[in-house]
């Protein structure tokens, strides 16, 4: 059997447990055993202002691990971003991109210092020069009920952030 016939049966058998899934519990009469159609669900948009679903904590993700230096709190750090609405069920969890530093200057700020975001305080804590991270950032550890500064963060919004530690100071 060819590969391409083998994913099909598999495709086919996959469908048929889930159309036996739903098939109703008495046969005689599905419209009784079925009940009242459910209403249909609002429809999702991915990338748009409103708040996504809450992130319940910081979830840290290293995509490279760093060799150089390491950022500890009271450390000048340099970094790279790129700052996305938090939406799970969207492409890698990205919804709306608000800000960037690429192709622009690094961000430099004290490690620590509340000079951020709570959630990048915490989530770059250890990271060393070179090392690459996704942070998914609770509402808490963000902007929480306040809206950011230049409207591209709504209240309550749950963020995701690719960063770059560039340099420790």
């Given at each position: 059997?060819q590969?391409?016939?083998?994913?099909?049966?598999?495709l086919?058998?996959?469908?048929?447990?889930?159309?036996l899934?739903?098939?109703?519990?008495?046969?005689?009469?599905?419209?009784a055993a079925a009940?009242?159609?459910?209403?249909?669900?609002?429809?999702?948009?991915?990338?748009?202002?409103t708040p996504g679903?809450?992130?319940?904590?910081?979830i840290?993700?290293?995509?490279?691990?760093?060799?150089?230096?390491?950022?500890t709190?009271?450390s000048?750090?340099?970094?790279?971003?790129?700052?996305?609405?938090?939406?799970?069920?969207a492409?890698?969890?990205?919804?709306?991109?608000f800000?960037?530093?690429?192709?622009?200057?690094?961000?430099?700020?004290?490690l620590?210092?509340?000079?951020v975001?709570k959630?990048?305080?915490?989530?770059?804590?250890g990271?060393k020069?070179?090392?690459?991270?996704?942070?998914?950032i609770?509402?808490?550890?963000?902007?929480?009920?306040?809206?950011?500064?230049?409207?591209?963060?709504?209240?309550?919004?749950a963020l995701?952030?690719?960063?770059?530690?560039?340099?420790?100071?």
């Amino acid at each position: 059997m060819q590969r391409s016939s083998l994913f099909v049966a598999v495709l086919c058998a996959l469908a048929s447990t889930v159309a036996l899934a739903q098939t109703p519990a008495n046969p005689a009469n599905p419209a009784a055993a079925a009940g009242p159609a459910p209403a249909p669900a609002a429809p999702m948009v991915v990338g748009s202002a409103t708040p996504g679903p809450a992130a319940e904590q910081l979830i840290v993700i290293d995509n490279k691990i760093g060799t150089g230096r390491e950022a500890t709190t009271g450390s000048n750090v340099s970094m790279h971003y790129s700052g996305w609405l938090y939406r799970p069920l969207a492409k890698a969890m990205h919804g709306k991109l608000f800000d960037s530093s690429v192709g622009r200057e690094p961000l430099d700020f004290v490690l620590g210092a509340g000079r951020v975001i709570k959630g990048w305080d915490q989530g770059i804590q250890g990271m060393k020069v070179g090392g690459k991270r996704t942070l998914i950032i609770p509402s808490e550890l963000a902007y929480g009920s306040r809206a950011a500064p230049g409207g591209g963060i709504p209240p309550n919004s749950a963020l995701i952030f690719d960063v770059e530690l560039i340099d420790v100071k």
